[in-house]
Protein backbone atom coordinates (compact mmCIF):
# COMPACT_ATOMS: atom_id res chain seq x y z
CA UNK A 1 0.00 0.00 0.00
CA UNK A 2 1.37 3.53 -0.74
CA UNK A 3 1.03 6.16 1.70
CA UNK A 4 1.61 9.89 0.65
CA UNK A 5 4.14 12.57 2.32
CA UNK A 6 2.22 15.14 3.95
CA UNK A 7 2.83 18.47 2.37
CA UNK A 8 4.47 21.26 4.57
CA UNK A 9 3.88 24.76 3.58
CA UNK A 10 6.11 27.29 4.42
CA UNK A 11 5.30 30.82 5.61
CA UNK A 12 5.36 33.04 2.29
CA UNK A 13 5.95 37.26 2.12
CA UNK A 14 2.78 38.44 0.47
CA UNK A 15 3.34 42.21 1.08
CA UNK A 16 5.59 44.89 2.83
CA UNK A 17 5.56 47.81 3.74
CA UNK A 18 8.26 49.31 2.64
CA UNK A 19 7.62 47.50 -0.89
CA UNK A 20 10.69 45.61 -1.76
CA UNK A 21 12.68 48.17 -3.83
CA UNK A 22 10.29 51.04 -3.09
CA UNK A 23 12.48 54.11 -3.47
CA UNK A 24 11.39 56.52 -0.51
CA UNK A 25 11.23 60.30 -0.09
CA UNK A 26 11.80 60.11 3.83
CA UNK A 27 12.66 57.33 6.15
CA UNK A 28 10.09 54.87 7.56
CA UNK A 29 9.62 54.73 11.27
CA UNK A 30 8.51 51.03 11.49
CA UNK A 31 9.00 47.97 8.78
CA UNK A 32 5.64 46.20 8.20
CA UNK A 33 5.50 42.50 6.41
CA UNK A 34 2.77 39.99 5.67
CA UNK A 35 2.50 36.42 5.18
CA UNK A 36 0.18 34.03 4.07
CA UNK A 37 -0.16 31.94 7.29
CA UNK A 38 -0.45 32.64 11.16
CA UNK A 39 2.95 33.59 12.89
CA UNK A 40 3.95 32.38 16.16
CA UNK A 41 4.31 35.01 19.09
CA UNK A 42 8.46 35.40 19.94
CA UNK A 43 10.15 33.60 17.45
CA UNK A 44 10.52 36.27 14.96
CA UNK A 45 13.44 37.77 13.90
CA UNK A 46 13.87 41.20 11.91
CA UNK A 47 16.93 43.47 11.12
CA UNK A 48 17.26 45.99 9.19
CA UNK A 49 20.92 47.22 7.84
CA UNK A 50 22.50 49.06 5.53
CA UNK A 51 22.70 47.11 2.13
CA UNK A 52 26.75 48.12 1.52
CA UNK A 53 26.85 45.43 4.82
CA UNK A 54 25.22 42.16 3.44
CA UNK A 55 27.93 40.34 3.25
CA UNK A 56 29.39 41.33 6.28
CA UNK A 57 29.30 39.11 10.19
CA UNK A 58 28.28 42.36 12.11
CA UNK A 59 26.08 44.46 11.18
CA UNK A 60 24.24 47.88 11.96
CA UNK A 61 20.85 47.05 12.95
CA UNK A 62 18.11 49.45 13.27
CA UNK A 63 15.59 47.66 14.81
CA UNK A 64 14.09 48.82 17.77
CA UNK A 65 12.87 46.22 20.77
CA UNK A 66 11.78 42.71 19.51
CA UNK A 67 9.28 42.46 16.48
CA UNK A 68 5.90 42.35 17.08
CA UNK A 69 2.82 40.13 16.23
CA UNK A 70 -0.24 42.14 15.32
CA UNK A 71 -2.61 40.66 17.78
CA UNK A 72 -5.64 41.90 15.20
CA UNK A 73 -4.00 40.27 11.94
CA UNK A 74 -1.53 37.45 12.81
CA UNK A 75 0.20 37.40 9.91
CA UNK A 76 1.36 40.77 10.31
CA UNK A 77 4.65 41.39 11.63
CA UNK A 78 5.58 45.07 12.85
CA UNK A 79 9.24 45.99 14.21
CA UNK A 80 9.55 49.54 14.82
CA UNK A 81 12.50 51.10 13.59
CA UNK A 82 15.47 53.83 14.78
CA UNK A 83 16.12 56.93 12.74
CA UNK A 84 17.86 55.61 9.14
CA UNK A 85 19.90 58.57 7.02
CA UNK A 86 19.45 58.31 3.35
CA UNK A 87 20.91 55.11 2.07
CA UNK A 88 19.74 51.43 0.50
CA UNK A 89 18.98 48.88 2.98
CA UNK A 90 18.04 45.92 3.77
CA UNK A 91 15.23 44.09 5.65
CA UNK A 92 16.16 40.15 6.66
CA UNK A 93 14.06 38.27 8.16
CA UNK A 94 12.94 34.83 9.79
CA UNK A 95 9.95 33.75 10.92
CA UNK A 96 7.89 31.20 13.18
CA UNK A 97 4.52 30.28 11.70
CA UNK A 98 2.56 28.31 13.92
CA UNK A 99 2.73 24.99 11.90
CA UNK A 100 6.32 24.72 13.32
CA UNK A 101 8.28 25.95 10.19
CA UNK A 102 10.25 28.61 9.92
CA UNK A 103 10.71 30.81 6.65
CA UNK A 104 13.79 33.54 6.24
CA UNK A 105 13.72 36.13 3.60
CA UNK A 106 14.69 39.54 2.63
CA UNK A 107 13.23 43.25 0.82
CA UNK A 108 15.47 45.83 0.04
CA UNK A 109 14.64 49.45 -0.02
CA UNK A 110 16.10 52.63 -0.32
CA UNK A 111 15.69 56.12 1.40
CA UNK A 112 16.54 59.33 -0.69
CA UNK A 113 18.74 62.05 0.30
CA UNK A 114 16.40 65.47 0.85
CA UNK A 115 16.44 67.63 -2.20
Same mark, same amino acid.
Given at each position: ?7 ? /?????? =?????? =?? +?? &?? /????? #? %???? #? ?5 ? *? ?7 ? +?? *? ?6 ? @????? %??? =? ?5 ? %?? &?? =? #? ?6 ? @???? @? ?11 ? &??? %?????
Amino acid at each position: MLTGTPAF /AHARLT =KSDPKD =KA +EL &KA /APKQV #E %IWFN #ELLDEGF *NYVEVFPAA +EV *NQKKRTNF @VKDEP %IVD =KADRTHL %IA &KL =K #ELPPGQYV @VEYR @VLSLDGHTAPGRV &KFT %IRPAE
